[in-house]
């Protein structure tokens, strides 16, 4: 059983950037991040393959997103840019055993507990 433990939330003013991360208790596949919002259901944001050569993102976050990994340290990162107010969330890692990244969260073997952002307009 893989944990995932996510970091670096907070309260961030719009137009400004943080930067979260994921770090798996051992090897994972692929990863993504995923969001739900207050009274919404949870979305995907983004995905990244156990190689790094893929990643996916939604359009609401192309642009000012940008997913890495370093398997050397079972992690994932989520630069966030240009932050939104729309942007607010619990953000939640996730990690499969296959190495192919998917934007359908019914695919993830594996949640983290979630991390809050909230953007201040």
């Known amino acids: 059983q893989v944990q995932l433990v996510e970091s670096g939330g907070g309260l961030v003013q719009a137009g400004g950037s943080l930067r979260l991360s994921c770090a798996a208790s051992?090897?994972?596949?692929?990863m993504g991040w995923f969001r739900q919002a207050p009274e919404k259901e949870r979305e995907f944001v983004t995905a990244i393959s156990w190689t790094g050569a893929t990643t996916s993102y939604a359009d609401s976050v192309k642009g000012r997103f940008t997913i890495s990994r370093d398997n050397a340290k079972n992690t994932v990162y989520l630069q966030m840019n240009s932050l939104k107010s729309e942007d607010t969330a619990v953000y939640y890692c996730?990690?499969?055993?296959?190495?192919?990244?998917?934007?359908?969260?019914?695919?993830?073997?594996?949640w983290g507990q979630g991390t809050q952002v909230t953007v201040s307009s």
């Open positions: 996730a990690a499969r055993e296959s190495n192919y990244a998917r934007v359908q969260s019914q695919v993830y073997d594996y």
């Open positions: 051992g090897r994972t596949g692929a």
